[in-house]
């Protein structure tokens, strides 16, 4: 845990260099707009720790598969997320000397990221070997309102000296990835070309052969007026620069400002990448620098009108809330369909792939509070267009006759990840697109969404279930054998009982659903049969049988739902009562000594009763609650947010903060120690949840908000906005009230601690 | 399953050259003598499929660890077999072509393995592209009566055509293993020296710095007579040879003696190994190779007196039960106890380390039957050797107090592998160390093995199994969770009832042994105790608290051991029903689906039942045998052999010699498709136990030797021989009769088929 940051309510501030924690700030500074990002990587030459992230969304490598010991059925490579080429650079020489932070005295550093408006900043003053000092004020964005176009406005002055600067601006694709599998590059040149003023470097993925066209014009001041200087030009495999020298005068500000256009060939024809980036480019320069940044910070503007949750009484708390709403939204902004939202987003290359279950179990409920519709709906979307992959998937592992299974890590609907007891049994992550599905429908009203795309989907998941359980004749009842729960502390166990309870609800849904298209859409209901081949007769039959003769683990002693068989052989010693010593578990421990342990990496017991809250009554929800919280160690990320709300539900309400503590500023205070690698993308839509469906007790039930709001203790008020079918609410909740307001639409009727209100708008 | 060999004695015979076959035949004609050993390769060039392979005993190379996801407690390497340098090669050239079988018309072809006298012999007939014709006959052997020392005559002969011929003979140490992690070599050049008549290369190995010095020098005659020609010598990195050019006159034979000694620094001073190697070579030479070759061949004859079996009536088994017989006797010599037996021996670098559970729970009872005590007591005092390494790595898993776990995979006594479902799961092997004990004090009656090495080592795994158990409040016994047993197709499973009895059955084992070295020698036990503060009162208090309430998993209904918890949640659906497509189930299914179905790879509960017989009555074994049987794939070559044994013992007689055809010929046939990556040296074992201890029915109890023979209906007679205490006893099984004969040493009880016979000599 690390709590250099300054708190702020709009602000992250970073003062002073911290080069130990240069990689951390790397990361929580990133920036993104959904189609590419950035890390906070230094414009100018830096020799210290760093690692080098330029990511653009879509654009992945498949890098051979890794292992110890093959297993049948694993994938052949890994979708790596790709360092791609580098545009930030601004390299400052100044007489001979090259201006590097890691070797100068450096007088004074801030560095902010303005979460408000989407703007990195940097301002330093620093001496160089020779004594000569400089103040640099560096800003820079990825534009929400072009998602291809990068700015950057970098000042330096000279405060004791006037000297020759060289000033190198690359466009750079000779990078490498720090978790490539055998030490490869993954970028091979397509051209590069570079004349005084501008640079481009086209470049594409080995195997792959995505293009991507990078490409910088720039402009520089002095005293407010555009000068030439002397410009050179230089190309070398996989790099294109200008070189410009010029002096630089003591007190003068010198400003370059870098103007880039990144294009891929996800969305622009191969052999019209160059023209287009020339082109792009052009407007960008003739636009200039505050008018693209006032283009982009008025979206910016716009979404915190849709998203932003302020927290009066509680600046570290407001920070933390803000930081999970802003890099969620400048991870996935839902414009393309064949995007996702991968771990890490923007912020590192670590993990790979871009999409888990994460997406499904915890981004979804963000999307579809904060965004319109059809974000949440291009999620979903997403994996309709992976379901021949994950028949294929299925297919490959054994099963037959059209079954799906998703993938756990994916960048193109194929399975990338490679450990058999995650890549084999973790199956539990198939249903989650079916429970996407219901809360989608649940929180649009939109059950159209199951004629046109979800029935597909859920006839496979249903036929993966169907052949995935057995029927055991020594417990009469239909089991599941050998998997792994979202409590990956345990591998290869017999009924889990939430991968139990998803599947035999997935059945049930399914059905339904094929019911509700039958009548609803007789045309399209016989198009699906046709072609799925489905038998709905014969094959509901047996999903019924299995629906209701599941079986689910159970202790009748203590009334309490059993994690899996065998549980209750363990020794069940509480978390407290570890030695500090042995945490985290999952850096102290080896694997055996974790699996035999009663300790749980994230409850899913209590994560099947959060997604199937009404099943189950309050005393119940305690009862499991008060068993599994004592033996959890929240070693997953994901795991806090839903003991947030759980805890919140049943009245505990210290515990619902503490645990809200733990989730809000995991990387802002760099709680794992991990941030370095990049930032929790994923679990940041858990926080947003926490405060959202746990302190402000939001659900939908049959169409129909409901809010049962508390406020910690420790804050003032707290207020969060919702779009909801066509409407903007905003709940306020403070000490001695709540207020609710229909800020836009229709007037609407939601239930306030079991009372229906009408929202009317002002 | 490949038929190609042809049927024989004391041979085998490949007719023909296969070169789709070649590496399965390297394998199969593979030599060696217990500190070196070579695959069948070709002297001559051969550009075709082959495997090059020259191994010394001990000599490793710690490759880097590969795997996909670092697990906590995973070892940094994999020590590997390493590719010794080469030494066999007489490379060929006849006018400009290269004699290379590959590109020639080869008019005949044979191979022939000598098992009698540990002689591999090729003679073929080939015509080169520019039609000439040559004959050669090539022999060679490593040497039993100097394991530093190999021979290779090699004649050619002219059948067509005079022509120069160019001669190259080198020591070549740039030789790669296949098995590399990263494609690493693993050899560097220490000195090399060539000069007319001889080459030494000496090399060292990275990281280990073994030192191994490889040196040749020959003999070339013509008709009879030792020529010269014209020589030249050439030195590269890791490589020295003699080229020598002379004239092939049709019709008479060249022949050239290559003489090779192999040294390593497990066995010389390094500094001393250049020189060493230079006499060696001189008295090889002087000797000749006949007299190498009759020294050699006088071993062989008495190991065929102490180890062969004879089978009349069947010469594929005959074959196959002495070629297990010869590898076994070629791989582990017992002289040595820094050596061990690898599951590859000399004959393939697969699956690396040298030394797994096989050596005891498979080897042991061949090497104590077949050779004096010492040999067999090697193999236990090398683990003594390694307790240091199996307490340090039980440490590193998080065991305390001396508890000792001894790797699954080694060289040097750390552990080598790296799945955790194997590596820190498949437990039971630590136990083979204490059962390996009890066999050999059976066998020899050297119960003061217990004092001088054994107790020390018993406390250890005792205070493993001590750690590893944990008490169920639930079952209200001790339950050991998340373990593999030898049925690997099961992960990660609770309650494995093999390990469970096998840990209890070892914490009484340790307990009386220390109570009879406590009573026989308590200077030494104090000796002990002080050394190992092993507590005696107190530890095995709890020991025998253990031993008492071990849980078993049993199924009332059926009176069937379970093999684990859970276990009959599975489809029981019998081998024999599943699609023959399906089969070998790790080459066609998914690592999930192996383990939740009901097959098993090796059947635990019955090797449990083969090594705890007396435990159990005939009704037991039965039941047990007809419920596992029917689930068991045999997809470990070490699963037949207890099946014949328990087979034999229910007389289930077909079964019984169905399943011992399983086990030998399974290289000799290539049943499983694998030999061409080595022998199955290991399993051999099994096959000798399966024909002594499955057919013959020899146990010991008591001390005691026990006969209950049967003879499969195939045969006509068998027959077997035993050291045993100073004995020779030799069993001849006929149709009709059976005899027994002490053939040297004092008189002795024997029990043959429950009643007293008393052996005397002739």
């Known amino acids: 845990m690390k709590q250099y940051l300054k708190h702020h309510e709009w602000h992250i501030i970073e003062e002073g260099l911290n080069p130990h924690y240069n990689q951390v700030s790397e990361s929580v500074f990133s920036l993104g707009n959904g189609r590419m990002g950035q890390r906070a990587n230094f414009e100018e030459d830096y020799s210290g720790e760093t690692l080098q992230g330029s990511y653009v969304a879509g654009v992945y490598y498949p890098d051979k598969t890794r292992v110890g010991w093959w297993k049948n059925g694993y994938p052949e490579y890994f979708a790596k997320v790709l360092n791609a080429p580098s545009w930030i650079e601004i390299k400052i020489k100044i007489g001979d000397l090259v201006l590097d932070l890691a070797k100068c005295k450096v007088e004074s550093f801030k560095r902010v990221l303005d979460m408000k408006q989407g703007l ?196 570290a708390a407001q920070q933390g809330i803000r930081f999970n709403i802003f890099q969620l939204t400048q991870t996935y902004t839902g414009e393309d369909e064949r995007l996702n939202i991968g771990p890490k987003g923007f912020t590192g290359e670590k993990y790979g792939g871009s999409t888990y279950w994460d997406t499904e179990a915890y981004c979804l409920p963000f999307f579809l509070s904060t965004a319109e519709p059809k974000v949440a709906r291009n999620l979903l979307v997403y994996r ?74 859920l006839i496979g998941i249903a036929r993966f279930w169907n052949q995935r359980v057995n029927w055991s004749d020594n417990k009469k009842k239909y089991v ?52 799925t081949n489905f038998k709905d007769t014969e094959e509901t039959e047996r999903w019924k049988h299995i629906v209701e003769n599941m079986y689910y683990p159970y202790d009748a002693d203590r009334k309490v739902i059993l994690q899996q068989d065998g549980f209750l052989d363990k020794e069940l010693i509480p978390v407290k009562d570890l030695n500090p010593a042995d945490r985290p578990l999952n850096q102290k421990w080896s694997w055996d000594r974790i699996l035999r342990s009663c300790y749980i990496k994230q ?18 929800i305690r009862r499991n609650f008060d068993f599994y919280e004592p033996l959890t160690v929240h070693e997953s990320s994901l795991s806090p947010c839903v003991h947030v709300i759980l805890a919140s539900k049943i009245g505990y309400k210290e515990q619902a903060y503490e645990f809200y503590l733990r989730t809000a500023r995991l990387d802002l205070d760099d709680y794992n120690n991990d941030t370095e690698e990049g930032c929790h993308i994923t679990s940041m839509a858990g926080t947003w949840m926490s405060l959202v469906k746990g302190f402000g007790g939001m659900r939908v039930r049959n169409g129909q908000l409901h809010f049962n709001p508390f406020i910690p203790d420790q804050w003032k008020s707290y207020s969060f906005r919702l779009e909801f079918r066509d409407r903007v609410i905003i709940v306020k909740v403070s000490k001695d009230k709540i207020d609710t307001v229909l800020e836009h639409g229709e007037p609407l009727e939601v239930i306030m601690n079991g009372k229906p209100v009408m929202l009317k708008s002002k």
């Not at 849904?509 to 094929?514: C, G, K, R, Y």
Request: proline share 2%; with cysteine.
């Open 603 to 620: 409850a899913d017991v209590l994560q099947g009763i959060f997604l199937f809250e009404d099943d189950f009554d309050l005393e119940t």
């Open 480 to 531: 599941i054998l050998g998997v792994t729960g979202p409590n990956e502390y345990e591998n290869n166990v017999n009924n889990n009982w939430y991968t139990n309870y998803l599947g035999a609800w997935t059945l049930r849904f399914a059905m339904e659903s094929a019911d509700y298209v039958k009548q609803s859409n007789p045309t399209r209901y016989n198009e699906i049969i046709t072609k």
């Open 384 to 457: 309709y267009k992976h379901l021949g992959k994950a028949i294929e998937n299925a297919k490959k592992l054994g099963f037959k006759e059209g079954a799906a299974f998703y993938p756990f890590v994916t960048m193109n609907g194929e399975e990338c990840h490679n450990e058999w007891e995650i890549t084999f049994e973790e199956i539990h992550r198939t249903s989650a697109m079916a429970y996407a599905m219901r809360d989608y429908i649940d929180y649009t009203g939109d059950r159209e969404y199951l004629s046109e795309f979800g029935l597909e989907v």
């Open 120 to 315: 990195l900043q940097r301002i330093f003053t620093a001496t160089l070997s020779d004594g000569k000092k400089v103040s640099v004020d560096a800003k820079r964005f990825c534009s929400m309102a072009d998602g291809e176009i990068g700015a950057i406005r970098y000042e330096i002055t000279a405060l004791n000296f006037s000297a020759p600067i060289t000033l190198t601006l690359p466009i750079n694709a000779d990078v490498v990835n720090k978790d490539s599998n055998y030490d490869e590059k993954f970028w091979e040149e397509v051209t590069k070309a570079a004349e005084p003023g501008w640079a481009i470097v086209n470049a594409a993925t080995k195997k792959t052969n995505f293009h991507v066209c990078t490409g910088m014009q720039y402009d520089i001041q002095s005293a407010g007026k555009s000068i030439k200087g002397k410009v050179s030009t230089h190309v070398r495999e996989k790099y294109a620069d200008n070189v410009i020298e010029t002096d630089l005068k003591e007190n003068i500000p010198l400003t370059i400002y870098k103007y880039v256009a990144i294009l891929s060939s996800e969305n622009h024809a191969k052999d019209k990448l160059v023209a287009t980036c020339k082109s792009k480019l052009k407007e960008a320069v003739t636009s200039g620098f505050e008018k693209l940044f006032s283009d982009h910070a008025k979206i910016w503007a716009h979404k915190w009108e849709e998203c932003d949750i302020t927290i009066d009484g509680d600046v």
